[in-house]
């Protein structure tokens, strides 16, 4: 059964920084492509960030262009996510999704599989 795992999530200050991890079990990570996606209370999801199945085409939504970085080790079956310089408007329940496929697209729609989510919150 495909399982994602978030974590890495919690308090942090403005212009501070956190790395979410993502852990895959139940499926081969390798065929799939992942995405982060964020949703704030009262608003919809958006995409953050997502990997194609190689590592080697990766998308930034751009509130976080320059900020954060994703990653993937296959290997290890994780996907990482590093935020830097975060903002209060970072706020939000952050999730990692699978997609089968060689792209990766910011749609939530587009992803089956979710995790259950890890809070991040900024604030001073």
């Known amino acids: 059964q495909l399982q994602l795992v978030e974590s890495g999530g919690g308090l942090v200050q403005p212009g501070g920084s956190l790395r979410l991890s993502c852990a895959a079990s139940g499926f081969t990570l390798d065929y799939y492509a992942i995405g982060w996606f964020r949703q704030a209370p009262g608003k919809e999801r958006e995409g953050v960030s997502c990997?194609?199945?190689?590592?080697?085409?990766?998308y930034y939504a751009d509130s976080v262009k320059g900020r954060f970085t994703i990653s993937r080790n296959n290997a290890k079956k994780m996907v990482y996510l590093q935020m830097n310089s975060l903002r209060p408007e970072d706020t939000a329940v952050y999730y990692c999704a699978a997609r089968r496929s060689l792209y990766c697209s910011g749609r939530p729609n587009e992803y089956v599989d979710w995790g259950q989510g890890t809070q991040v919150t900024v604030s001073s």
């Open positions: 990997i194609s199945m190689r590592g080697g085409s990766t």
